[in-house]
């Protein structure tokens, strides 16, 4: 589906993932019977807490997770105006660096959407790394 909007450029204070040489930048790939309307973004967070913000959050959306990281699929644009804890990568259109054959697998399909709502998952990784909301 086009985009109508142009996307809004990432803030100064939004941390993504980092640049990957050319080719090495892979989308997480949904499950094709969860249509992602709103778009993707996925928000990384070390796995060792992966376990405890599922055990938090209400519903889920979802999870891919590698040895390293557990990504959160949350709507496109949940950066804006956020400021993500210190601990957490954002990645625009869950596109993640990642070398080949070591893409994350996905370990949590929900059954109506996608996406794990942004907000109630921002206040549980401020909770996990003792940061106040809106200062990272």
């Known amino acids: 589906m086009p985009s109508f909007w142009p996307r809004p ?3 100064s204070h939004t941390r993504t993932s980092p640049r990957a040489p050319r080719g090495c930048r892979r ?6 019977d969860l249509p992602a309307a709103l778009g993707c ?6 796995a060792e807490h992966g376990q405890r913000i599922i055990d938090a959050l209400p519903r889920i959306g979802c999870v891919f997770a590698d040895d390293r990281r557990w990504w959160w699929i949350v709507p496109s644009g ?8 210190g601990f957490t990568q954002y990645a625009v ?4 660096a990642t070398p080949p ?3 994350p697998r ?3 399909r929900p059954h109506d959407s996608p996406y794990t709502s942004p907000l109630p998952l921002y206040f549980v990784t401020c909770h996990l790394g003792a940061a106040r909301p809106g200062t990272g």
């Open 78 to 85: 949940s950066h804006l105006g956020v400021t993500w804890p």
């Open 101 to 103: 054959g070591q893409d």
């Open 93 to 96: 259109g869950a596109r993640l």
């Open 41 to 46: 973004d996925a928000v990384g967070i070390p």
């Open 27 to 32: 989308r997480l790939v949904l499950p094709p």
């Open 9 to 11: 450029p990432l803030l």
């Open 106 to 108: 996905l370990i949590h």
